[in-house]
């Protein structure tokens, strides 16, 4: 089974710090995403990568970078937490043209 | 820009069927998603669709895709309480496995 590991469950941090979300695929996919999931909203889409060292701003960059210096990982990284940042991160995975596969989540709280 | 649409919210007692609908706006689309967002879990795909096609049945889901409507809806027969989730449409066109979702409804079965 395709399996999409997000290092935290729930991460609570303080305005202006540097946040760190983790995602690791254990079957060699391609593409790899970072979406936020808001209640009402959906799933948008912040930004995603086809290849390592490779990256593509989605439809809300704004507030975040990420980094793929492996293939099997794609970090999401928010410079300085804002608490509008406060939401459920979704990192998925797939082959080229393929179903997306989804780890669990990480929820993040920016008091 | 591309954009898809669901409702909220379906309440639906046990054994009965469900339906739910889905509006998008991209012509190109190329295949049609359902996920399934389980409480606490990340989204996990449940059936998909080519945009070439007016059905699909699997076990208890039947896909109706109207391509000159641009609708999409995803029937659950026989709806039991374990089909209580959050149901996502998505579409995508083969750009590499970018998505864009629907807001999500979210279906409550009552025993």
């Known amino acids: 089974d395709v399996k999409v590991t997000q290092s935290s469950r729930y991460l609570v941090k303080r305005t202006g710090e540097k946040v760190f979300l983790e995602c690791v695929q254990d079957?060699?996919?391609?593409?790899m995403f970072w979406y936020r999931q808001d209640p009402g909203l959906g799933l948008r889409l912040i930004y995603f990568?086809?290849?390592?060292?490779?990256?593509e701003k989605g439809d809300i960059p704004e507030g975040y970078s990420v980094s793929r210096e492996k293939k099997e990982r794609f970090s999401l990284i928010l410079e300085s937490a804002s608490t509008n940042q406060t939401s459920m991160y979704l990192c998925?995975?797939?082959?080229?043209?393929?179903?997306?596969?989804f780890g669990s989540g990480t929820q993040l709280s920016v008091l | 820009g591309e954009d898809v649409e669901q409702s909220l919210f379906l309440s639906v007692r046990e054994g009965d069927s469900s339906v739910i609908n889905c509006t998008y706006t991209?012509?190109?689309?190329?295949?049609l998603y359902w996920y399934k967002q389980e409480p606490g879990a990340g989204l996990q795909l449940l059936t998909y669709?080519?945009?070439?096609?007016d059905m699909k049945q699997d076990q208890r889901l039947t896909v109706l895709l109207n391509k000159k409507d641009k609708h999409l809806s995803l029937r659950i027969a026989d709806t039991q309480t374990g089909d209580s989730a959050i149901y996502f449409c998505?579409?995508?066109?083969?750009?590499?496995?970018?998505?864009?979702f629907g807001q999500g409804t979210e279906l409550s079965v009552k025993p």
């Open positions: 991209d012509s190109s689309s190329t295949y």
């Open positions: 079957m060699d996919h391609e593409n």
């Open positions: 998925a995975s797939s082959r080229l043209n393929e179903k997306l596969f």
């Open positions: 669709i080519f945009s070439n096609m």
């Open positions: 990568s086809y290849d390592v060292k490779m990256k």
């Open positions: 998505a579409e995508g066109n083969n750009q590499g496995g970018k998505l864009i």
